[in-house]
């Protein structure tokens, strides 16, 4: 049983990433599914797909790399996680390395990045933090 479909999201595509690997699968779920959207809006991955899988929906994720091979995603982090949840207002979202990176935060708005919080002053939980 998994306790944090997050946290194993992160850890597929992080392993994938170290390794080179063009496809990942991960167990779906919307809240997962929302993560990636913002992923590929801000160019981190190349797209994702919900495919069935012995009965079972899963998400086949394309990472994306550079034109000689180097990795766009250098670093991918949980921040809250199920036995320490981290909230930060609107002014505290500061940016991920000069603007670089993202962090994803869930809000009462939906799955939105550190940017859109700032613009829409929406604070929220930081789930992830992708550079």
């Known amino acids: 049983m998994m306790t ?3 946290a194993d999201m992160l850890t597929r595509i992080r392993n994938a990433n170290r390794i080179y690997r063009n496809k990942v699968l991960i167990s779906y779920s919307k809240l997962v599914e ?6 590929k809006q801000e160019g981190f991955i190349q797209d994702y797909a919900r495919i069935e899988e ?5 998400i086949a994720v394309s ?5 000689d091979g180097e990795k766009v995603i250098r670093n ?4 809250s996680r199920p036995g320490l949840r981290v909230y930060r207002p609107a002014p505290e979202l500061k940016k991920i390395l000069g603007g670089q990176g993202i962090a994803i935060i869930s809000t009462s708005k939906g799955i939105l990045t550190d940017r859109e919080c700032r613009e829409k002053k929406i604070g929220g ?3 992830c933090t992708v550079w």
């Open 4 to 6: 944090d479909p997050i």
């Open 34 to 39: 929302n993560i990636l959207n913002k992923m």
């Open 54 to 58: 012995q009965g079972r929906a899963k």
């Open 63 to 67: 990472l994306k790399y550079g034109p």
């Open 76 to 79: 991918i982090q949980r921040v």
């Open 125 to 127: 939980e930081v789930l």
